[in-house]
């Protein structure tokens, strides 16, 4: 495992009490986390306990209300220019792929890149096809999203976030949308961006990937951060009651976790 | 999408002749379609009447009296526009069937068609209006017959797509004005008949002028036809924008795209896709629409053939005339529903 920066360079992200209501439910009370450069880390907590709230927030996605949110030296605040930047600098992988279904592979790879970051359409092509090569999709290019199996179009989504060469990377559930023999092939790739140093925040509940390529996990129940530990000691030794619980509760239902540990 | 079809009208495809009742009923459907093909073919050839300089030349016969088409046909295709200059309106209304033709080759369809269409409406114009290059001036009042028609249902149609598309835009915006002015426009013109709107925009527009300002009566049409489409598509199109689901917003959104760029390459390629049938229904419904035209005095398609009709020689060739233009229309509306297939299977990929 490769070990994420040392403390002395400051954290990438920076999130400090972050509150968020929809109406008057309160889904996330006081979150606080800070993701070093080059760390991968993993989410995990019981369905709507406000992790796709969470990582949605860092991008922008959903506005909180109140807490700071600081990417990359950029605080994400009403202004518009703050937003745009720290588009630029993260991409998102969502449980539905949300590929654009009436543009070729390939064109969902480069449209962001030319109409975003004005880049040549000649140099955004060769750049996609290589990002495809990556995820060994580059004979698909011409298909539509349609045409691809569900592992095939996360890879595709992975590869068009990649496009926007992001400095961090958010996913929300990207497998479990899958059917269970493509979930390896999306983990892969995963792992691999993992161990190449991008910053990852991973909202899964595949605790194999958890235990072999996060640095740490962060359970979260009930819109808290519960415990945020690396694996070994999370898989453990889990120090709340609710950790222990919700992990008994995989772990039943999972026979003990997908993919290598 | 041929499996689905295949399923859907699988029914209807089944053998005419598997049961004694099925046979019955094929047969009797098919002997009362003989019937009528044969009393139209009668009516229409056997019995027509091709030539003479009136109604009576046609009793004879009893059957179609084609000799008042053939008389007419230039009043009826160019209603008053000056008679030795009708061959400028012949070239324009050309030109703009052989875009029409051009645009529903699936192969054609390129950014330079576009521009051509651009650069025909100009010459249609200058052909039409003259003054320069040689060519007599003609007041647009004079303006008649099937350009005339090809010219509001154009235009209309080519004004009034954008504006219904910001329309929509306005209207599904979280921005609450320009939300609110969109509903209320939409509303407003969809309560009113065409009629109501080219009346108003005949009488009304000027109230709006500088003193002195005069709109000749066509741009006033024009206008009218393009304010009440507008708020036609508009409905097409958001019925169209609702059918884009929110991830496509979010993932959009996520790399980086702003509204414009969104909406551009991502929410309205999908939207129109969605709806072409609609659009191109709605199309059509205007193409026919535009004969109301006549409240204010212009003199389209089937209000030229309404004033052939009624030349004292000719009293009573009111089918004939009818079934002309009723083909014409038939013509165009069909090449724009054969359009709407088209395009609907250039994007129905996997
Ligand atoms: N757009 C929304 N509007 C209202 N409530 C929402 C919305 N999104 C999420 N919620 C609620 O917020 C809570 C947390 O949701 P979510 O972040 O999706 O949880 P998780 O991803 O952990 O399953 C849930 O109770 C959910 O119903
Ligand atoms: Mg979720």
């Known amino acids: 495992m490769p070990e994420a920066t040392p403390p002395s360079e400051p954290p990438i992200i920076v999130v400090t009490d972050l509150h968020k209501w929809f109406g008057a439910q309160h889904v996330l009370r006081g ?4 993701v070093a450069r080059g760390e991968t880390v993993v989410v995990c907590g019981p369905s709507g306990s406000g992790k796709s709230t969470f990582i949605r927030c860092l991008n922008h996605l959903e506005e909180h209300d109140r ?19 720290v588009r630029r600098e ?11 279904p009436h543009l070729t592979v390939l064109e969902n790879l480069t449209l962001a890149p030319v109409r975003v970051r004005k880049t040549k359409p000649v140099a955004a092509e060769r750049q996609a096809l290589a990002l495809l090569d990556r995820v060994q999709l580059a004979d698909h290019a011409a298909k539509y999203p349609a045409q691809l199996s569900g592992g095939q179009q996360q890879r595709v989504a992975i590869a068009r976030s990649l496009c926007m060469l992001p400095k961090i990377m958010l ?5 479990s949308a899958l059917d269970p023999e493509m979930i390896q092939e999306v983990l892969d790739v995963m792992t691999e961006l993992a161990r190449e140093g991008l910053t990852m925040v991973v909202v899964t509940h595949e605790m194999g990937f ?26 453990g030794a889990p120090q709340s009651e609710r950790a222990r619980e919700f992990l008994g509760h995989l772990l039943r239902a999972d026979g003990g976790g997908r993919g290598g540990a | 999408m041929s499996v689905a079809d295949a399923g859907a009208l699988a029914p209807a495809r089944r053998a005419p002749f598997r049961s004694p009742a099925d046979a019955a009923l094929s047969a009797a459907i098919a002997g009362a379609l003989a019937w009528l093909a044969w009393k139209v073919v009668r009516w229409a050839v056997l019995d027509a009447t091709w030539s003479g300089d009136g109604i009576e030349a046609c009793h004879a016969r009893g059957g179609a009296c084609w000799a008042f088409v053939r008389d007419k046909a230039r009043l009826i295709l160019f209603g008053t526009y000056p008679y030795e200059e009708q061959w400028r309106a012949a070239l324009a209304t050309a030109l703009v069937i052989a875009l029409f033709a051009a645009t529903s080759v699936p192969r054609l369809r390129r950014p330079a068609l576009a521009w051509a269409w651009l650069a025909s409406a100009g010459v249609v114009v200058a052909l039409m209006r003259g003054r320069g290059a040689g060519l007599a001036y003609v007041d647009t009042s004079r303006w008649g017959g099937l350009p005339l028609t090809l010219v509001l249902a154009t235009v209309g149609l080519a004004l009034a797509f954008p504006l219904g598309v910001a329309l929509a835009l306005a209207r599904t915006s979280g921005l609450f004005v320009p939300r609110l002015l969109a509903t209320t426009y939409v509303e407003l013109v969809r309560g009113v008949p065409l009629v109501t709107v080219l009346f108003m925009a005949s009488v009304m527009f000027p109230l709006f002028l500088p003193s002195g300002w ?32 929110r991830g496509q917003l979010e993932a959009a959104a996520a790399l980086g795209l702003g509204y414009l760029g969104t909406m551009r390459f991502v929410v309205l390629p999908q939207a129109l896709g969605a709806v072409v049938p ?30 052939a009709m009624s030349d004292p020689r000719w009293l009573g060739a009111v089918v004939e005339g009818y ?28």
Do not use: W
């Not at chain 1, 979150?31 to 800070?34: A, D, G, Q, R, T």
């Not at chain 2, 304010?227 to 169209?240: H, I, P, S, T, W």
């Open chain 1, 90 to 100: 993260v991409g998102m992988v969502f449980q539905q792929f949300n590929l654009f």
């Open chain 2, 214 to 245: 005069n709109l000749d009566k066509l741009l006033r049409a024009q206008a009218g036809i393009v304010l009440f489409a507008a708020a036609y598509l508009a409905e097409v199109v958001r019925g169209g924008l609702q059918t884009v689901a």
């Open chain 1, 31 to 34: 979150v606080s986390l800070e």
């Open chain 1, 210 to 235: 958890a235990r072999a390529v996060a640095h740490r996990v962060a359970f979260m129940d009930q819109g808290e951060l519960v415990e945020v530990a690396p694996p070994a000691q999370f898989f």
């Open chain 2, 278 to 307: 609609p659009l191109v229904n709605t199309a059509i419904g205007l193409f026919k629409d535009t004969s109301l035209v006549v409240v204010i005095g212009l003199l389209d398609l089937t209000n030229a053939a309404k004033l």
């Open chain 1, 67 to 85: 807490g700071t949110i600081m990417v990359d030296g950029i605080t994400l605040d009403r202004d518009v220019r703050h937003l745009q930047a």
């Open chain 1, 171 to 175: 996913f929300d559930e990207p497998t």
């Open chain 2, 323 to 350: 079934v002309f233009i009723g083909t014409i229309y038939f013509l165009f509306c069909f090449t724009l529903s054969k359009l709407s297939r088209s395009l609907e299977r250039s994007r129905a990929h996997a």
